[in-house]
């Protein structure tokens, strides 16, 4: 089986973004569900710029929910 080329570098950007997590939520001595809240909220945020982008392509600055 054949792996497409982006397969590996993202394995192993996966790989170094959990030690770098893991290495903030000691850091900043937090709780497990304190740290997925943090995780949730970041991806809440890009989850969102990406839905307005998508559908005002042209003013993504607008809210998804305004027609």
Known sequence: MRL???TLPV???GAEL???LIA???E???TNVEMLGLLQDAASDVTRRLLR???HP???ERKADEA
Request: charged fraction near 30%.
């Open 18 to 20: 959990k030690a770098q």
């Open 4 to 6: 497409h080329p982006r």
């Open 24 to 26: 903030f939520q000691i």
């Open 58 to 60: 042209n003013d993504p």
């Open 28 to 30: 900043h001595d937090l």
């Open 11 to 13: 394995q192993s950007a």
């Open 53 to 55: 982008a998508e559908r």
